[in-house]
């Protein structure tokens, strides 16, 4: 029903800037909350970001707050994560996801098990 792929990964140094895009196939994109999670290497999943379907609302993970921006085009079905002021603890694999939209809560949208469909993922690695 949906199908993500993200782009915009790669390498950079401590302090530079990536944005990375979220593409989305399927008719009813507009009706999905989109988040972002991202998984170093031994560590569990962490939230990094979610944006309301309608884009009217946001949640961020605290350790990207003041960082990190997620936005959306629904004209261009795409989900976007501006990530500034990059840090060597940023490095992992960040993916995207869309939840068929109900509620917009924390606890909820936080959680990997509440989304309904996944990208592949794009390797981030920061070097200081």
């Known amino acids: 029903q949906v199908q993500l792929v993200e782009s915009g990964g790669g390498l950079v140094q401590a302090g530079d800037s990536l944005r990375l895009s979220c593409a989305a196939s399927?008719?009813?994109?507009?009706?999905?909350?989109m988040g972002w999670f991202r998984q170093g290497t031994g560590k569990e999943r962490e939230f990094v970001a979610v944006i309301r379907w309608d884009g009217g609302n946001t949640l961020y993970g605290d350790s990207v707050k003041g960082r990190f921006t997620i936005s959306r085009d629904n004209t261009k079905n795409t989900v976007y994560l501006q990530m500034d002021s990059l840090k060597p603890e940023d490095t992992a694999v960040y993916s995207c996801?869309?939840?068929?939209?109900?509620?917009?809560?924390?606890?909820?949208?936080?959680?990997?098990?509440?989304?309904?469909?996944w990208g592949q993922g794009t390797q981030i690695t920061v070097s200081s």
């Open positions: 996801a869309a939840d068929r939209a109900g509620s917009f809560a924390y606890s909820i949208l936080s959680r990997a098990e509440a989304y309904d469909y």
């Open positions: 399927g008719r009813t994109f507009s009706r999905y909350n």
